[in-house]
């Protein structure tokens, strides 16, 4: 083994959640886009999250027993997801928000788990030996983009997991792939809502390192693993939904 790659999984995802709970916690405490040092410090270490996020998406599909039911549980999360990122939403108006589009808004309709879900999907297509033409695949991979662009992060959390997908054990082109999806995403969040934030998004770069480090391990105890593994899925509608409340209440 390496002697770099010191962080397994368990890991890895600990970090993730750290750094999102981080980035979430900003955008109660500093609504908008504040430009002061703080809330920008905040969000940069919350940039972290998604590659990580897509990277082990790409790994559960290269390890799993059964892909059906993993895509099952994926999309079962992200419709649990999407009531939990609505209700944190600073959006929030009443129970219609949780319905797509009722007020007009196209972008950030639901959670990232939707796009993430809908990759993994992409990543199935993509080495489907069922779809033998190109050009049905690269159909099918643009309308999973069109479906799963109104959502956190776009559809290029979509595209980043199949990135990592298909180039799985080349790294140094997981990443380049990764960075320009993200460049796209950045430059359209420039113009379209907010220049210093669009830049920002640009920080992923920060996950590098991290997932560089990653030993291709779970973890050396298999009831932590187990627990880490819906601890992963858990978290993120919980910590959003405690999030909601918070603003409910005060």
Not at 23 to 36: E, N, Q, S, T, V
Not at 153 to 165: D, E, H, K, P, R
Not at 181 to 199: E, L, N, P
Request: charged share 15%; aromatic share 16%; net charge positive.
């Amino acid at each position: 083994m390496n002697s770099r790659k010191t962080l397994n999984a368990n890991q890895v995802k600990l970090i993730a959640i750290l750094a999102m709970t981080i980035d979430h916690i900003a955008w109660m405490l500093f609504p908008g886009y504040p430009k002061a040092p703080l809330p920008i410090l905040m969000h940069l270490v919350g940039r972290i999250t998604c590659p990580v996020m897509c990277y082990f998406i790409a790994e559960g599909y290269h390890y799993t027993r059964d892909i059906k039911k993993y895509t099952a549980r994926l999309f079962a999360f992200s419709v649990i997801s999407h009531f939990a990122y609505v209700f944190a939403s600073m959006d929030f108006v009443d129970w219609r928000s949780f319905i797509p589009f009722y007020y007009g808004s196209v972008l950030n309709q639901t959670s990232v788990m939707w796009p993430l879900a809908w990759g993994l999907v992409m990543l199935r297509v993509e080495n489907s030996r069922k779809i033998g033409s190109g050009a049905v695949k690269a159909i099918l991979i643009i309308l999973i983009c069109a479906i799963s662009f109104p959502s956190d992060w776009s559809c290029v959390a979509s595209l980043c997991v199949l990135a990592f997908g298909t180039n799985r054990g080349k790294f140094k082109s997981q990443m380049l792939w990764m960075g320009f999806y993200v460049a796209i995403y950045a430059t359209v969040y420039f113009f379209a809502i907010d220049r210093v934030y669009g830049i920002l998004q640009m920080a992923v770069i920060l996950s590098v390192p991290i997932l560089a480090s990653y030993n291709g391990e779970r973890g050396k105890n298999q009831r932590t693993n187990t627990w880490m593994k819906w601890m992963f899925y858990l978290y993120y509608p919980l910590h959003l939904f405690v999030i909601g409340i918070i603003q409910a209440v005060r």
